[in-house]
């Protein structure tokens, strides 16, 4: 079964997904972006969707599932390169994916999950791991 590669960039992982998106392979990401997190300890999760030009009900509804157990796990989501066709998909699908933060592309998105780190350590301190 195909994987979608998950990198790790000091306290962020980075997904690009670069093949469409089917249900079994959006559940293994989920599956294997969770246990990533968890095994890294990383802080921020920047996805890439710069290349799917299709996302349904079910595939939105996992890029928000993955934000809310990245949150639970300590850490922020941010998908960038979303493609006009595919925002207006969403909307008229009635998916607000809540949690799921976004950006234009990927120097954005790495920025928007800096600025939430520094932001999360300065109102925390010390009590964070």
């Known amino acids: 079964m195909e994987k979608i590669p998950i990198l790790k960039m000091g306290d962020f992982l980075l997904v690009t997904i670069q093949v469409d998106m ?4 959006a559940l293994a990401l989920q599956d294997d972006l ?4 968890s095994q890294t300890e990383a802080h921020g999760v920047l996805i890439d969707i710069s290349t799917l030009e299709i996302v349904d009900s079910f595939i939105g509804r996992m890029l928000s599932n993955i934000a809310a157990m990245s949150r639970v ?3 922020e989501t941010v998908v ?4 006009p066709a595919v925002a ?10 809540p949690g799921v ?10 920025e928007l999950l800096r600025a939430s780190v520094k932001a ?10």
């Open 22 to 25: 089917h249900d079994r392979l």
């Open 34 to 37: 969770t246990r990533t997190i």
């Open 73 to 75: 796990l300590d850490a």
């Open 80 to 83: 960038v390169g979303m493609q």
């Open 88 to 97: 207006i998909t969403l909307v008229e699908l009635g998916l607000s994916l």
């Open 101 to 110: 933060r976004t950006a234009l592309n990927v120097d954005a998105g790495m």
């Open 120 to 129: 999360t350590k300065e109102m925390y301190g010390s009590r964070l791991h």
